[in-house]
């Protein structure tokens, strides 16, 4: 029989819900992808609490069907970015269509992925195709991606740079960290502060207003 406990309340109501809604959409709309990284460091506390924030996320039947890689050594990120160099530069020579490298034209990426020794973490994103008891998981996909997005926001709301890059295919990543059979890579996001000088590309500014993304009920019409 399922035991229930009751939910601890954590509503401030003394805060409406618009204004703090509000604050943390001011927060996050300032979060830019980053390729370029400051030579500064971010403990492993900061890593952990990261992480910790991640792995609150809900999961299909609570399964928590995700491993997160901290990569910090200097030889791995060297490895990790040379592996990545190699399906990159394939990407960009032969196996992106036209329209996809059209696509990326205003971001200006390119096969070059320094900021994968620059970041001074690594984080890499398994997703479990079974939990460590050999158990089933449950929409794995979903569970991850949500995981990855709260990542995300932590780090941001930290003032942490991130960027999520997904190099195609990722099977290295598992072969140079050693990870079993069962944890598949699923995205790598380099950690770090920005570069002083960092700049990020204008067309990553732009932002679909709410009119498009958002519909009540079936829309209008
Ligand atoms: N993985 C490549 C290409 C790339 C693909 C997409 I979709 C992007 O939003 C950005 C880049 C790279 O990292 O360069």
């Known amino acids: 029989m399922a035991e229930f406990l009751p939910l601890p ?3 401030d109501p003394g805060r409406p819900p618009e204004e703090a809604a509000r604050a943390f959409y001011e927060v996050m709309r300032s979060r830019r992808s980053v390729r370029a990284f400051a030579d500064r460091p ?3 506390e900061t890593v952990e609490w990261l ?3 991640a792995g609150t996320a809900p999961s299909g039947a609570n399964k928590q069907p ?3 890689v901290a990569v910090q050594d200097p030889d791995l990120k060297r490895r990790i970015r040379l592996a990545a160099e190699e399906e990159e530069r394939a990407f960009y020579a032969q196996r992106a269509t036209p329209a ?3 696509d990326l034209e205003p971001l200006g990426t390119d096969p070059d992925k320094s900021f994968l020794e620059r970041a001074p973490w690594l984080i890499v994103v398994f997703k479990l195709a079974r939990g460590d008891d050999g158990g ?3 929409y794995a996909e979903e569970s991850v991606g949500i995981a990855t997005g709260l990542l995300l926001a932590a780090a941001h709301h930290a003032g942490l740079a991130t960027l999520t890059h997904t190099p195609s295919p990722m099977g290295f990543l598992a072969r140079i960290l050693g990870r079993p059979a069962h944890e598949r890579a699923w995205m790598l996001i380099p950690l770090g502060w920005p570069a002083e000088d960092c700049r990020v590309p204008a ?3 732009e932002r679909k207003p709410l009119e498009q993304i958002l519909v009540y009920d079936r829309g209008e019409g």
């Open 203 to 205: 067309a990553a500014l």
């Open 66 to 68: 995700w491993r997160f």
């Open 42 to 44: 971010v403990s492993r």
């Open 9 to 11: 309340p954590r509503h």
């Open 100 to 102: 996809w490298l059209r």
């Open 51 to 53: 992480v910790r924030a």
């Open 136 to 138: 089933n998981v449950y």
